[in-house]
């Protein structure tokens, strides 16, 4: 194998090497391995510019030997490795490195790759639980050989520099943007405003812009680049009567670059196109058909026209053009002002998918705009935004954490200052992006306390900021917000959060971005360069794969997942009571009539099930038991044509041992109503524990007794109880295990989950072993933001109706309804559900299978497994419960669903 030969091959198989071990190191959070891949990515690239400059042949073999023995002298493997007859003679002579040969990326066995991969990993496997430290000595060896090729290639001639800068873009991402400081400078040139303004003052205005940032880049039909933005109709002062967005769709043409009139071979006059992603000429079109060049000064006319719809707009041999037509139709309306991270980490819940796309998306856009003009705007969660977008069809007003925007001000009054002097970390852009990394990741924007660094330079800003995210990120407390389903215990960091932590660390090491340049007069092409390649080796794949083994990267254009919730308020011992609504809201109007569309259908079920609703003696009536805050019997829902019935002696109260029912606060009869609204065929008893949800805290004693009540004296099948508290409550539990115990098991408890969204988990009860724990839906079944994080302890979570449903109200309220949100109503509707599947039994005793099915449909794992065999996944482990498949089959195939699901029970 020649010189150059030695160098392609040893580039190609150390990032390959590299890539395999990332990913064992994130699935494994290992981060001594995390550090191993990261020396490979940038030993790969020295031996890829080396082969740009004379060096030292031997020394590279050296290295390769040592690599494959230090990782492969133990390993021993039945994949025999061939070389393809097809490959080049350079990779057959590298039978000297026979380990390495499956890394290669022109290597064709693709199963002999798969099992020499295979083979790494368990010998990684095997190092780690030695003990004996080989893979950190592994990286130091690399990391040697990365500073001497550091110390070369700063002595390297002008002439290698040059031919480096011209190398082609990253070799991992071929879709780069090519230039991106041109569109940039463009836009920059024509928004010197001259809108509104006098003469003097025309070189002091632009119009602020938001620049939609992305994971990729997005085409069009004729491959060109599409860039959206945002502009404020109006420059300088803005006032509530001028503040518009203008929506803006920015084309760069595959004649984007190609300023020249004529190609350098003056032989040839065909004007010439360069494209990222073509390394050949493309003859130029005639742009004029479809596009007219803008004069300087008239692109604020267009913008000032607030024509309702988008312009479009191209960028054509380094100028601006619009188009003709220049308006195009709007998928959105979009509603001023924008939001910055910083207030929607404030005031909105992000879940884990949501944390781990963004920060993917914006390690993507630092990668794809990297020192180019886009960073001359300061990258943080101050500066990067979201845009409130009313949608017509489903009359909602949201934020889609799919789409950040950068703001940017052309003026560069918030330039970045790129000084990195005195700093500990020496890039600033990639800084920053850690630092909102860390942010995004805790659900909390940095604090910066000015007050103690009042004289900081902005290097001791930077090592400020760089020392606070370090230690949080090194931190072994647990992020708040990180679903725990793949950890052992709610005490231990997960995987999705470990691997998450790695790309952050990698963001922050000053290590990966250090200066290499000597010379301060010296092209730093080089660096920046090298810095963006490790960059995306080290950060932005990383993120990829925790997007792609977690599904996230399939429901990345997915706006019902990607929609921002409001942070809901935690307490310490709270009834799930939902947030209060307003009657104007167009966005709550629209899931009320959801929500009653849904109970309509719940009611037409019923009617095709023929279940009898009072024909079986009362000793036979399926029974549930509200535990809450009492019942109002003078409320419109007991009255009336429809008005409901409770049975006799439905009625106790442990609070003031009251004969006559009573409700103070409302709750108690809202959960009633939902639960008889469901499951009318049910009797329902009622025992009242507490006033009001402050008095819970109070309450332990009457919550013991109620349950005791419940199952002694109702002989209740289901217990419903819609509250919850921080911590277990020994006396709670007592009575839990008690009541179980001597009804030998037959009996269902049932509770509302938790209203706190990621800042805490399930509560006591829903937390108790014994208790169905019930979490809200959207009539659609998509999992409200306000649920808790999944348990370790559950392969699944429930959840079913819990948004804007019509329940009974106070008699002293005039409308005769309200609308609850939270997972207290979503758990009545489940007790009712189970009400409803009892009675379905009951109507079928006449089947064989009947008394087994009944038996086990009476236990919790019972109930469960068939709770999980009406759901469907409607997120990785969230199944969401409805009957409207049920419904649809025949008799003898529902029979057939519920007996095969209660069977299975020992499973769940």
């Known amino acids: 194998m020649d010189g150059d030969g030695v160098l392609q091959f040893a580039s190609s198989a150390t990032a390959g090497l590299a890539n395999v071990i990332m990913r064992f190191a994130v699935r494994n959070k290992q981060s001594n391995c995390s550090r191993l891949a990261t020396e490979l990515f940038c030993a790969s690239k020295h031996l890829e510019l080396e082969q740009e400059c004379d060096s030292s042949i031997p020394e590279v073999q050296t290295f390769l030997r040592r690599i494959e023995e230090k990782l492969f002298v133990s390993i021993i493997s039945t994949t025999r490795i ?33 099992q020499a991969s295979s083979d790494l990993q368990v010998h990684l496997l095997a190092m780690i639980k030695a003990g004996t430290g080989q893979v950190e000595e592994i990286s130091r060896d690399i990391d040697y050989f990365n500073r001497r090729r550091d110390r070369k290639l700063s002595t390297t001639e002008s002439s290698s520099t040059s031919k480096f800068i011209v190398t082609k873009v990253s070799s991992q991402h071929e879709d780069a943007l090519e230039n991106p400081s041109l569109p940039y400078e463009i836009l920059r040139q024509h928004l010197k405003c001259e809108c509104g303004l006098p003469p003097a003052d025309y070189s002091h205005s632009s119009h602020l812009g938001r620049l939609l940032l992305s994971s990729k880049l997005h085409r069009d039909q004729d491959n060109n680049v599409q860039l959206d933005m945002l502009f404020f109709t109006s420059s300088g002062q803005i006032t509530t009567d001028n503040w518009h967005w203008q929506d803006i769709r920015l084309l760069l043409t595959r004649q984007a670059w190609d300023i020249s009139t004529e190609t350098q071979d003056s032989s040839s006059k065909k004007k010439k196109a360069r494209f990222a992603d073509e390394s050949h000429s493309l003859p ?88 180019s003009d886009w960073m001359k705007s300061v990258w943080t969660s101050e500066t990067i935004h979201f845009i409130t977008e009313h949608n017509i069809e489903d009359a909602t007003t949201d934020l889609y954490i799919t789409k950040p925007y950068l703001s940017v001000q052309f003026d560069e009054s918030s330039k970045m200052d790129k000084n990195s002097a005195g700093a500990v970390h020496q890039d600033p852009t990639i800084l920053a ?33 760089w020392t606070q995210a370090s230690i949080l990120v090194n931190s072994k407390k647990l992020w708040p917000g990180f679903d725990s389903t793949t950890a052992n215990s709610s ?174 606060d409302g709750h108690g009869t809202a959960m009633v109503s939902l639960v008889m609204n469901i499951a ?86 829903a937390s108790h072993e014994s208790v169905i724990s ?50 207290s109503v979503a758990a009545a509707v489940v007790a009712g559900i189970g009400a409803m599947m009892l009675a379905y039994v009951d109507s079928n005793s006449a089947r064989r299978s009947y008394s087994v099915v009944r038996d086990r449909l009476e236990r919790r794992r019972g109930m469960l497994a068939l709770f999980h065999r009406l759901g469907r996944d409607t997120d990785f482990g969230h199944r969401y419960i409805s009957l409207w498949n049920f419904g649809k089959i025949s008799e003898d195939e529902q029979w057939a669903l519920v007996e095969d699901a209660v069977s299975s029970a020992a499973n769940i």
């Open 284 to 371: 130029m079109r005639n742009p004029g058909k479809q596009f007219e060049e803008v004069p300087y000064g008239e692109f604020c006319r267009f913008l000032i026209r607030n024509d309702r719809s988008r312009l479009r707009f191209g960028i054509i041999r380094g100028r601006l053009h619009v188009s003709d037509p220049c308006n195009e139709g709007i998928e959105r309306f979009v509603i001023p002002p924008s939001v910055a991270l910083s207030t929607v980490l404030k005031e909105h819940r992000l879940d884990t998918r949501m944390r781990v796309t963004l920060a993917y998306i914006l390690a993507s856009s630092v990668w794809q705009y990297y020192n």
């Open 774 to 823: 019930i979490r809200a839906t959207t009539k659609s079944g998509k999992f409200a933001d306000f649920n808790p994080p999944r348990d370790s302890r559950e392969s699944f979570v429930l959840g079913t109706l819990g948004t804007e449903v019509p329940c009974a109200c106070l008699s002293s309220n005039d409308s005769g309804r309200t609308y609850l949100t939270g997972t």
């Open 82 to 114: 061939t070389v393809p007859s097809n490959k080049s003679q350079q990779q057959k002579q590298s039978s000297n490195y026979a380990r390495l040969i499956p890394f290669d990326a022109s290597y064709g066995d693709v199963r002999g790759h798969l």
């Open 491 to 664: 005490s231990q960091m997960t995987e999705l959060e470990s691997g998450y932590r790695q790309a952050v660390k990698n963001c922050l090491d000053p290590k990966l971005f250090k200066k290499r340049a000597t010379n301060p007069n010296e092209d730093q092409a080089k660096d920046m360069k090298n810095s963006r390649e490790v960059l995306y080796r080290s950060v932005v794949t990383v993120l990829e794969t925790l997007m792609r083994d977690s599904k996230y990267m399939d429901d990345i254009d997915n706006e019902d997942t990607a929609r921002v919730g409001k942070r809901q308020q935690s307490s310490k011992s709270v009834t799930q009571t939902p947030s209060p609504v307003f009657m104007e809201d167009p966005v709550q109007l629209k899931d009320r009539s959801r929500a009653e569309q849904w109970l309509d259908r719940m009611d037409l079920l019923q009617r095709k099930l023929n279940l009898d609703i009072h024909s079986r003696p009362t000793q036979d009536r399926i029974r549930v038991a509200v535990i809450d805050t009492g019942c109002d019997v003078e409320s419109e829902f007991f009255h009336g044509k429809r008005g409901r019935r409770l049975p006799r002696n439905f009625w106790t109260d442990f609070v003031d041992e009251s004969v006559t029912p009573i409700d103070e």
């Open 433 to 465: 992006l850690g630092i909102m990394l860390v942010e995004i990741g805790r659900g909390t924007a940095l604090q910066r306390p000015e007050n103690l660094y009042p004289d900081s330079s902005p290097s001791g800003k930077l090592n400020s900021d």
């Open 680 to 765: 009318p065929q049910a009797d329902v008893y009622v025992a009242r524990v507490a006033r009001r949800p402050q008095d819970l805290d109070e309450s332990v004693d009457n919550v013991a007794q109620a349950i005791e009540w419940a199952q002694s004296y109702c002989r209740a099948h289901i217990i419903l109880m819609s509250f919850g508290y921080e911590r277990e409550r020994d006396t709670i539990s007592a009575a839990i295990y008690d009541s179980i115990k001597t009804r030998r098991g037959k009996v269902i408890f049932v509770a509302a989950a938790s209203n706190t969204g990621g800042e805490a988990g399930e509560m006591f009860p």
